[in-house]
């Protein structure tokens, strides 16, 4: 008999996430595992790579009323005689007006969708949330399971989230997993009654699949300084202060071209920061790549300006392809970075990341030094699947 397991995610548009659930779904044994994947909307740029053996399951329409003008989905709901969605709407609209966390708000609104909610009919041996707040808290109230698994993505303390409101929740789990050993230590400390379930597993990268994806066609060559960075367009992502530092890198007179791949809500606030520091040939936004290992490849250096971080995937892509680094110091970025050695760690100024870009490229041999580092690094996560299905292990 296999064992079934359930994967519950908000969606698949292009995350760090996101791509880590796919990587694990790409590793898993189907010899012996039978996998469903819920999405509460089935939609995003990862969809069309989930391995055929994963059943995706219907997606839960409710969600969408939550989103959207207010007025309409309630109108919607009534039309649709589902008098107890428009009900919830109308009292989830006051969190939404009051509440200006966007974590705390996503936290507090799950009990009004979650009233309207049917249980999973399907009884799983392990239901796994794979992201904090919705996905956790689902699978503790619509699932039948034998063991229940929660991820944290990210560094707990920096998301802005009430732990009040999670410890119920936590305690239910009957494993708390994270991708670092620093976002498992910030865990201990917000739930130390619960430091015996907090697991580290880190994020699944093949080696191998990384390189031989990267030899696709490369972006058009560039005389200049190549950068690169990745990631949601979102304020954690710090593409803000990535544009202050290109701000500062044009005004020292260095060529460069520095393209940034994701997609997100601050997309257009970023373009017209752009427009203000007249960089519209310097930087350009290219939206999400399914495959982003050849402009991995076509970079001089991958630069991470994050606010914070769990574990970034694209600072481990980089390095699989030994690219020099520079990420800001956020709190895990020790995590992956030994300064000096296999990157470079920039305080989270504009002015310090410029310095350390102009003194990445102004010395040949620290740039050859960083990357002999990497290359001596143990690089791929491959055998972290052995490390998942003993943390699965039912009975």
């Known amino acids: 008999m296999k064992t079934k397991l359930l994967f519950v995610m908000n ?41 055929n053996e994963v059943a995706i399951l219907n997606e839960l329409e409710e969600f969408r009323y939550f989103d959207g003008r207010f007025l309409d989905n309630v109108l919607k709901a009534i039309s649709s005689r589902r008098f107890d969605l428009a009900i919830s709407r109308i009292k989830a609209a006051r969190i939404f007006r009051t509440e200006k966390n966007g974590a705390v708000c996503e936290q507090k609104v799950w009990k009004y969708i979650s009233t309207c909610l049917s249980n999973v009919k399907k009884e799983y041996d392990v239901a796994i949330g794979f992201l904090e707040k919705n996905p956790i808290y689902f699978c503790l109230e619509k699932v039948r399971a034998k063991r229940k698994i929660g991820f944290v993505h990210n560094d707990y303390k920096q998301m802005g989230m009430d732990k009040t409101l999670d410890l119920p929740y936590f305690q239910q789990l009957d494993s708390i997993m994270t991708v670092s050993e620093s976002c498992a230590e910030v865990l201990r400390q917000e739930f130390p009654e619960h430091q015996q379930k907090i697991k ?37 992502k710090g593409f803000d202060l990535a544009l202050e530092t290109a701000a ?14 994701g997609e997100g809500s601050e997309r257009e606030s970023l373009i017209q920061l752009s427009r203000k520091y007249q ?65 470079l760690i920039a305080n989270m100024t504009a002015e310090s990341l410029a310095d350390s870009i102009v003194q990445l490229f102004a010395d040949e041999s620290l740039q050859h030094q960083l990357i002999e580092g990497l290359r001596k690094e143990k690089l791929g996560t491959e055998d972290e699947i052995m490390r998942f299905y003993q943390y699965i292990k039912v009975g």
């Open 279 to 343: 960089l519209e040939e310097q930087v350009k936004f290219i939206g999400v790549k399914e495959n982003p290992y050849p402009y991995i490849r076509w970079a001089d250096a991958y630069i991470q300006p994050s606010r914070f971080e769990g574990k970034a995937i694209a600072v481990e892509e980089a390095k699989i392809l030994y690219k020099p680094v520079i990420v800001t110091n956020y709190s895990t970025s020790g995590d992956q970075i030994i300064h000096g050695q296999t990157g």
């Open 200 to 236: 580290v597993i880190q994020n699944i990268l093949s080696k191998s699949t990384i390189h031989t994806l990267s030899m696709n066609e490369m972006p058009l060559p560039f005389q200049g300084l190549k950068l690169l960075s990745i990631g949601r367009l979102h304020r954690q």
């Open 248 to 261: 500062l890198l044009k005004k020292k007179g260095v060529p460069f071209l520095w393209l940034i791949l």
């Open 11 to 51: 969606n698949l548009q292009c995350g760090g996430a996101e791509k880590a659930l796919i990587s694990l779904l790409h590793a898993i044994d189907y010899k012996k595992y039978a996998v469903d994947l819920l999405l509460f909307k089935k939609e995003g740029e990862f969809l069309n790579i989930v391995p």
